[in-house]
């Protein structure tokens, strides 16, 4: 059990990082062109939403990734913070990029979803709204860290904005609940045309799902190795 | 095929936004190799 | 407590003795709110619509404008580094520094609110509720400012910085109190107030190392 703790050293992390990215950057191909094979090609017209529906495929993984991304990030700052392991902390930043990138794609792709089913590119409704607030914080830490030059400092700062931060997130989404309640009445909801999801349809969300989320893994190893050598550099150098 | 454009688009944006993010990484990794 | 009480005072002479910070501070206000008629078609019934929004908006920003001079002066002085070193508990000299920017800065755009909101048209009744909604909800401007001022000490970047980090999480208090919910505000005041301090408290220690 003690072996594990060497991996808290960046030294020790990256070499087992570099193993792992292609156990899943591998499979996370593979699965991605299966998914798009079987949700752009094999699953049927929808008879009422047409074929934009396929781009749920994309937009609820990317959403979902985009949200636990985040809470994951908080967790290895703080306890990066906590204990002071530099990689912990090296992890919550190789987080914050990926997670913003969804976190944008899933705005991106949520109003071209939007734009033929409800007729307009952007809608105040409370998942919408608690998304690009989402962003919004992720940009905050992510620019918080690239301000600040000490490394250890950037790392710490990112803690407490991202505790802040995670705990706000709760209070943010009732707030604009309840905002939209108040000045919109109807929610606006996705429609779910067919009750019965046909069987292609399904396979494809969950080989999209697996393909995003093996990619994430893939992405925020590969750029852990990156931060890892970058600080390297940087305290050889100082 | 109904509003495919927007499923292009979708699918385009998000394989660019990927692809991009792995080029990146990629060629951050090549030169921290030297 | 004396000491908090010493503090609280010493700030509010500081802020007496440069009154132009502040005062700059509400002209900022007043601008911004009266730049939203003059963007816009000034027909009285849309004015009272955004009316609460628009003054909300104004004070968020204007007491953003307000967090250069929380810790920055401190800081620059090595008055800071003293007050991190002080048996005294970092988070009562936190606290009390907060509180004292209310009294200097938030206080302040609190009153004049009324004024501005009659150029929205507003009943007496709605300027009251924006009065009030301000009144508990400026408060949970300056905690929240608090912690991303302590975590932005001594950087490049500017406001901008300090801006994108604290605008998210002041998202509640601007949906509760330009929405008039003022118990609402309030209880985001009452979660403020118990982890704004310390979560500044550690951004301060954070910052200074």
């Known amino acids: ?238 | 095929m109904s509003h495919g454009f927007y499923v292009w688009a979708a699918y385009g944006a998000a394989l660019l936004l990927m692809g991009g993010e792995v080029l990146v990484l990629i060629r951050r990794r090549r030169k921290g190799r030297p | 407590m004396v000491m908090l009480r010493w503090l609280v005072w010493r700030e509010v002479v500081l802020a007496w003795r440069r009154k132009s910070d502040v005062l700059s501070m509400l002209a900022f206000f007043a601008i911004i709110a009266s730049l939203f008629p003059l963007g816009m078609d000034p027909d009285t019934r849309l004015l009272r619509t955004i009316a609460s929004g628009v003054l909300w908006v104004s004070a968020l920003l204007a007491s953003l404008l307000g967090l250069g001079r929380l810790f920055a002066g401190d800081y620059a002085d090595g008055t800071l580094e003293q007050m991190l070193i002080t048996p005294q508990p970092l988070l009562l000299i936190v606290a009390g520094k907060i509180f004292a920017q209310w009294l200097v800065t938030g206080i302040p755009l609190m009153l004049i609110s009324p004024l501005l909101a009659l150029q929205f048209g507003l009943p007496s009744d709605g300027v009251r509720m924006i009065a009030v909604s301000l009144l508990v909800g400026i408060p949970v401007l300056n905690l929240v400012g608090a912690v991303g001022a302590s975590l932005t000490l001594g950087i490049r970047g500017g406001g901008a910085i300090v801006a994108l980090i604290v605008l998210p999480l002041c998202v509640p208090v601007l949906v509760f109190g330009a929405g008039g919910n003022v118990p609402l505000v309030g209880a985001v005041l009452a979660l403020t107030m118990v982890f704004a301090p310390w979560a500044a408290a550690a951004g301060l220690k954070i910052s200074v190392e």
């Open chain 1, 1 to 238: 059990m003690s072996n594990w703790y060497k991996y808290a050293s960046p030294v020790h992390l990256h070499p087992l990082a570099s193993r792992l990215i292609p156990w899943f950057a591998i499979p996370a191909a593979i699965l991605l062109i299966a998914g798009l094979y079987v949700g752009l090609v094999l699953a049927p017209t929808d008879f009422q939403q047409g074929d934009v529906y396929r781009v749920l495929f994309i937009h609820v993984p990317a959403a979902w990734i985009g949200m636990f991304l985040y809470i994951l990030m908080a967790v290895y700052a703080a306890i990066g913070w906590a204990y002071n392991a530099r990689a912990s902390s090296m992890m919550a930043s190789s987080l914050s990029i990926t997670g913003a990138l969804f976190t944008f794609l899933a705005l991106l792709t949520g109003a071209l979803w939007g734009k033929p089913t409800w007729g307009t590119w952007w809608a105040w409704d409370a998942r919408t709204t608690s998304t690009l607030i989402l962003l919004f914080l992720y940009i905050g830490f992510i620019a918080l860290q690239s301000a600040i030059d000490d490394p250890r400092r950037a790392d710490r700062a990112g803690a407490v904005l991202a505790l802040v931060g995670v705990i706000n997130v709760p209070i943010i989404y009732f707030s604009v609940q309840w905002w939209n309640t108040l000045h919109q009445g109807a929610t606006i909801r996705i429609a779910s045309g067919t009750t019965t999801i046909a069987t292609p349809m399904l396979v494809a969300w969950l080989i999209m799902s697996a393909a995003c989320w093996l990619y994430s893994v893939a992405v925020v190893l590969s750029r852990l190795c990156c931060i890892i050598e970058d600080r390297e550099q940087l305290e050889a150098t100082q």
